[in-house]
């Protein structure tokens, strides 16, 4: 039992003990509301200071990874600093006006993290502003003459009639892909010339200012783009496909070894492992970065191993013959988690054979992963497709040639029997077998069908290799012999022998 008293402002309490005693526990003071409010914000701001501790690391840690953000942000730091001189500098600011703001805007707006995409913005917008400009002074000079009482009329009825052009221009895919940003300027600058036309008596000067300011802003950010730590979205797009290559083949070696359970060069951790097993993935959520990157590239100059008119178009079709083949392979993924297990007996009849059929076909694309990178005819690409082939008319053959008791098995002796019970024995038993082995026909067909998706990925990246001009490789038997990981002995020794 517990008494409690109130001392000048203290608690006490006072316990008492089975043998009669008590004992005081020490005094409390009360807290009051100030205490309280107090903890209260120093919680809160303990807290603020933490989320801002870790979110600095989060972004340092991003930094450190993808040092190329870092390089564009300095880089946008630059331009607007440089543009930002026109009002700093009474010459610079006299010289173009209170305008000097639309080359702010236009460093913001137009500076992107790749050369392409940057003079996709730059070239977009410097043209729609040049067209939508001539065109309002044009139509404002056709409206003075007009009059002061059709004037309005034939501003509203010329932006009405081009807006609605433009807009619907927009939908058109090829206008889309490569001009819509022109598009969206080339609205923007018409209406606002041609509606602040009607009450600014100047506005050939207004335009002009408007325009020099952004083409001095839009030649900014290409220079700084191009100059300064380039980052070309071609050479990104190259890397891209090739490192999807990779992953390709490392999932569908993953995928078939795993279903065997050999687990081979996948012996490593369980997240790594798991990493390259869903590697397809990769490829699958692809496609619109591909397209991006496919589309700046093209507005790009010639840099490093690329031409100016470099087939980008071609590595679409590469990536759409890769993600068809991901395709399988995440349904070949879908027979490694199936609960509808294969006896190890069975599995044990084609195993070695499907495990050769995946190794040829990895080694097929990452010789064509290599073909890109090196940019290089591969002179080996041919016989490790002979030898993918073989190994796909050899499981072939393997599935068809399953012993009879997996087909049409034999029930164990029993007692004789009717012969109407006895004919139902052995077609359950048949059914169960044929659903024992409808697992692994099912995988088989699969990786027949990859194997002819990879040669549609061979098509491509041989019809890139003839439109980028691939130079040809000088030593085939040392290419080939690095490829196959196979010694080539010497014919000569062997005619001698």
């Known amino acids: 039992m517990a008494q409690e008293k109130e001392a000048t402002g203290a608690i006490e309490w006072r316990i008492k003990m089975a043998d009669g005693s008590s004992e005081s526990l020490a005094p409390t003071e009360a807290r009051g509301c100030p205490d309280i409010a107090w903890l209260a914000l120093k919680g809160l701001v303990v807290g603020l200071v933490m989320k801002v501790c870790d979110f600095l690391k989060k972004a340092w840690d991003l930094g450190h990874k993808e040092p190329i953000k870092v390089t564009h942000g300095v880089k946008v730091g630059m331009a607007l600093t440089a543009v930002s001189l026109f009002y700093y500098m009474r010459p610079l600011y006299e010289g173009v006006g209170g305008n000097a703001m639309w080359a702010v805007m236009t460093v913001v707006v137009v500076f992107e993290n790749t050369v392409g995409a940057t003079l996709s913005k730059s070239i977009n917008r410097i043209c729609g502003t040049l067209l939508a400009g001539f065109l309002a002074i044009g139509i404002h000079w056709i409206a003075d003459r007009s009059g002061k009482d059709f004037e309005p009329f034939i501003i509203a009825f010329s932006v009405f009639l081009l807006a609605s052009a433009a807009t619907f221009s927009r939908f058109i895919p090829s206008v889309k892909a490569r001009f819509d940003y022109g598009a969206m300027i080339f609205i923007l600058t018409f209406s606002l010339v041609s509606v602040s036309g009607y009450r600014v008596d100047e ?209 164990p002796l029993q007692e004789p029997e009717s012969p109407g019970n006895n004919n139902k024995t052995k077609a359950e038993a048949a059914a169960v077998a044929l659903m024992d082995i409808i697992p692994l026909v099912t995988l088989t067909s ?42 080539i002995p010497d014919q000569s020794a062997l005619q001698r022998v």
């Not at 990178?373 to 050899?394: F, H, P, R, W």
């Not at 990859?450 to 290799?465: H, K, P, T």
């Not at 001009?469 to 012999?481: I, L, P, S, T, W």
């Open 446 to 487: 699969l990786l027949v069908e990859i194997v002819a998706r990879i040669e549609g990925m061979v098509s491509a990246v041989q019809e890139l290799a003839k439109l980028a001009e691939f130079k040809a490789v000088g030593d085939r038997k040392a290419n080939q012999n690095q490829t196959t990981n196979k010694v």
């Open 203 to 411: 506005l050939f000067d207004l335009a002009t200012q408007r325009m020099s300011t952004i083409i001095i802003g839009t030649c900014l950010c290409i220079v700084i783009t191009m100059i300064i730590c380039p980052i070309w979205a071609g050479e990104q797009l190259h890397t891209l496909i090739t490192g999807n290559m990779d992953k390709l083949a490392n999932s569908l070696d993953g995928c078939v070894a795993d279903y065997f359970n050999d687990s081979g060069d996948f012996a490593g951790s369980d997240k790594e492992s798991d990493k390259k097993l869903l590697g397809y993935k990769c490829v699958l959520g692809s496609k619109a970065t591909e397209e991006s990157m496919a589309n700046f590239a093209r507005w790009e100059p010639a840099h490093g191993r690329f031409n100016f008119r470099h087939p980008w178009k071609q590595y679409l079709k590469i990536g759409a013959s890769m993600r068809n083949c991901a395709y399988c392979i995440e349904a070949l993924n879908g027979c490694v988690s199936s609960e509808n297990k294969v006896s190890e007996l069975t599995k044990t009849h084609i195993s070695n054979t499907a495990i050769k059929v995946s190794s040829d076909s990895s080694m097929v694309i990452k010789e064509l992963a290599r073909t890109m990178k090196t940019m290089k005819k591969s002179s080996a690409i041919d016989l490790l497709v002979g030898e993918m082939n073989n190994s796909v008319l050899k499981l072939q053959e393997d599935l068809k040639s399953l012993p009879k008791l997996f087909i049409n098995p034999q029930p």
